[in-house]
T-cell receptor, first 111, second 112 residues
Framework: GENVEQHPSTLSVQEGDSAVIKCTYSDSASNYFPWYKQELGKRPQLIIDIRSNVGEKKDQRIAVTLNKTAKHFSLHITETQPEDSAVYFCAASKGTYKYIFGTGTRLKVLA | SQTIHQWPATLVQPVGSPLSLECTVEGTSNPNLYWYRQAAGRGLQLLFYSVGIGQISSEVPQNLSASRPQDRQFILSSKKLLLSDSGFYLC???????????FGSGTRLTVV
């Protein structure tokens, strides 16, 4: 069935360094890939997304890349700051009702 | 603009008691509605989704049920709670396609 694998499960980086989170999806028909950030005790919030007709998308310090051939996509955060500490979830969708979420990555930015 | 309301924010219930969590959306019509559960330190598990009034799809077998009595209202229920029902319950709405979900603020349920 549909599956999204996310790695790593935890990631610690020094403030100012970059962080990369990777996801792999199983359904080649997936065409929409959102990323959510969840701060402790809060709701997940959409931070960036990418569609299958685009290879890369940037929004300030955040970027997402997509490799359709390999069926994987990645979140890149540059110049990390303490407020980037959170759990990040990737997801994949075929543009229908359901998103398949990854298991999450707990990012800790060390000051 | 669209907003999603979910309540209560926290709930402590004894084992065997009933449950009713409510979610409403404003500012849109015919939204897709979702209930997710997140166990402590875990990922997002889709429980139910609905694409219209009275239309409920269940993703996992469990002692929970969902109903959509009105276009913008989604209710999660249980007749008898289990300890394993504890978790963070999130309602979400979307329009389908490539526009992302918006999550409610969540209900932290502790079954004791």
């Amino acid at each position: 069935g549909e599956n999204v694998e996310q790695h790593p499960s935890t990631l610690s980086v020094q403030e100012g360094d970059s962080a990369v989170i990777k996801c792999t999806y199983s359904d080649s028909a997936s065409n929409y890939f959102p990323w959510y950030k969840q701060e402790l005790g809060k709701r997940p919030q959409l931070i960036i997304d990418i569609r299958s007709n685009v290879g890369e998308k940037k929004d300030q310090r955040i970027a997402v890349t997509l490799n359709k051939t390999a069926k994987h996509f990645s979140l890149h955060i540059t110049e990390t700051q303490p407020e980037d500490s959170a759990v990040y979830f990737c997801a994949a969708s075929k543009g229908t009702y359901k998103y398949i979420f990854g298991t999450g990555t707990r990012l800790k930015v060390l000051a | 603009s669209q907003t999603i309301h979910q309540w209560p924010a926290t709930l402590v219930q004894p084992v065997g008691s009933p449950l009713s969590l409510e979610c409403t959306v404003e500012g849109t019509s015919n939204p897709n509605l979702y209930w997710y559960r997140q166990a402590a330190g875990r990922g997002l598990q889709l429980l139910f989704y609905s694409v219209g009034i009275g239309q409920i799809s269940s993703e996992v077998p469990q002692n929970l049920s969902a109903s959509r009595p009105q276009d913008r209202q989604f209710i999660l229920s249980s007749k008898k709670l289990l300890l394993s029902d504890s978790g963070f319950y999130l309602c979400a709405w979307g329009t389908g396609g490539h526009y992302g979900y918006t999550f409610g603020s969540g209900t932290r349920l502790t079954v004791v």
